[in-house]
């Protein structure tokens, strides 16, 4: 019988499986294109993954009465544990040559990321928040890739907003020419009378 074998096992140990998909989500989010290439595999692994997390976010931009800070905080703290926490123990001055080290790691950011603009994106959309889009076979190993975005991205309403205009354009051309072309008719039978009575 196959119960409780819900996940692929992607070949690694559930140490390193939990870690590569923290990396992939943490990846996926600070992304500037909001998209990222991998696996067919890990990309239909990662997607419930961070779903969950932007569900989380989502949740948290809801809450609006007395003691809801307590609960977005809470909401917050739970979906940390889906990207790295960064580099805790290390020492303030362990950069290059001295310097002090970043203030914010890429976890940190995504986070950051995650409840400030994602949650308010996906505020009316009740899940759905990624895309996977396949891409063919890698050369070397012949693994299938895969492209997984998250939806509503602004380059992607960028373009719906060209097409909408360009979808306008084209149609007030046609009403355009299809008036000239009226006038032109009537133009053209008014001048057509005035020749068969001479």
Same mark, same amino acid.
């Given at each position: 019988?196959?119960h409780?074998?819900?996940? +692929?096992k992607? %070949?690694?140990t ?16 600070n ?8 696996t067919l595999?890990? *990309? ?5 993954? !961070? ?10 931009r809801?809450f609006?009465?007395? %003691?809801?800070?307590a =609960?977005a905080?809470?909401?917050?703290? =739970?979906a *940390?544990?889906?990207?790295?926490? /960064?580099?805790m123990?290390a020492s303030?001055?362990? /950069?290059?040559? %001295? =310097?002090?080290?970043?203030?914010r790691t890429?976890g !940190? *950011? ?7 603009d994602? %949650?308010?994106?996906?505020? #009316? +959309?009740?899940? /759905?928040?990624?895309r996977i ?7 070397? #190993?012949?693994?299938e ?6 939806? #509503?991205?602004? $380059?992607?309403?960028?373009? *719906?907003?060209?097409a909408?205009? $360009? ?14 072309e009226?006038? #032109?008719?009537?133009t ?6 005035e020749a068969?009575?001479?």
């Amino acid at each position: 019988m196959r119960h409780l074998k819900a996940h +692929r096992k992607l %070949g690694r140990t559930s140490e390193h499986r939990h870690s590569m998909l923290r990396n992939l989500a943490t990846s996926l989010i600070n992304s500037r294109e909001e998209r990222i290439v991998t696996t067919l595999p890990k *990309a239909k692994e990662l997607r419930p993954f !961070v779903e969950r997390a932007i569900t989380l976010s989502r949740r948290a931009r809801t809450f609006s009465d007395e %003691g809801s800070a307590a =609960q977005a905080l809470h909401l917050r703290r =739970q979906a *940390a544990g889906f990207f790295h926490a /960064g580099n805790m123990t290390a020492s303030e001055s362990t /950069g290059k040559r %001295g =310097q002090l080290r970043p203030e914010r790691t890429a976890g !940190v *950011a995504a986070l950051k990321r995650l409840f400030n603009d994602l %949650g308010e994106r996906y505020k #009316d +959309r009740p899940g /759905g928040y990624t895309r996977i889009l396949k891409l063919g076979y890698r050369e070397g #190993d012949r693994a299938e890739l895969a492209i997984i975005e998250l939806v #509503d991205n602004p $380059r992607e309403v960028e373009a *719906a907003e060209a097409a909408k205009k $360009r979808k306008a354009a084209t149609s007030k051309k046609r009403k355009s020419s299809k008036g000239k072309e009226a006038k #032109d008719e009537a133009t053209a039978s008014e001048s057509k009378p005035e020749a068969n009575e001479e």
